[in-house]
């Protein structure tokens, strides 16, 4: 089982940005994610990757502002989030999966991080 361990949330104002780290113990997945909850939703996925070909897949609200990548041979995966605007606070949680495919379905993913905070202000 994989221990992962999210850091890099804070405070940001609107416009600004903020990346991400999740830093994995262990053997991964073949999917990473990220997820965020935001105040009143139900977690969501924002993106994910295909550690076997680095493919990778964006929510609609993350594509163009956000990028998800991994670590060349490494264990951190990272989230470079862009143009945050309040919609974004939250908590952001670092997910991974074994599937052969990787979609951005919550259940698919069985290991999880303790979630690190994110609060934009306008």
């Known amino acids: 089982q994989v221990q992962l361990s999210e850091s890099g949330g804070g405070s940001v104002q609107a416009g600004g940005s903020l990346t991400l780290s999740c830093r994995a113990s262990?053997?991964?997945?073949?999917?990473m994610a990220w997820f965020r909850q935001t105040p009143g939703k139900e977690r969501e996925a924002v993106a994910g990757?295909?550690?076997?070909?680095?493919?990778?897949e964006y929510n609609d609200f993350a594509e163009g502002r956000f990028n998800i990548s991994q670590e060349q041979g490494g264990t951190t995966l990272f989230l470079h989030m862009t143009r945050l605007n309040a919609d974004d606070s939250g908590v952001y949680y670092c997910?991974?999966?074994?599937?052969?495919?990787?979609?951005?379905?919550?259940?698919?993913?069985?290991?999880w991080g303790q979630g690190t905070q994110v609060t934009v202000s306008s």
């Open positions: 997910a991974s999966g074994d599937r052969w495919y990787c979609y951005l379905v919550r259940e698919d993913y069985t290991d």
């Open positions: 990757i295909s550690i076997f070909d680095r493919t990778t």
């Open positions: 262990g053997d991964t997945g073949r999917c």
